[in-house]
């Protein structure tokens, strides 16, 4: 029996997905294991935001502030101390996480 909620959705193929994704001047500037930390702060941003609540509704668009989502990120990162990343820089992360998200359908 198959869910919706099943989707394929593999840690290890995101970062290499992300790390793909990276333009030319930012490859090997992230670690495997900073793409990991800013994947999950993404995830702590969805959850803030109730995107994963068992009483959402599941035919409800989803609507991602990217700007917002990469605020969150860069505060969360200078907060715990991990990398002395440019907003800039987080925006490509969490533009390939969301691209990666589309690949396998995650919000579909």
Known sequence: ????NDFLYDEDD???FIQNYLPQELKGKFSNDDINYIVDLIYEFYESKGFFDEDSDENEDVEIDEDEL???VVK???KD????????EITFIVQGELAYCDSIQMFD
């Open 70 to 72: 990469t605020q969150f």
């Open 1 to 4: 029996m198959s869910d919706k």
């Open 14 to 16: 995101s970062v290499a």
């Open 81 to 88: 101390g991990v990398g002395k990343f440019l907003p800039e």
């Open 76 to 78: 969360n990162a200078q």
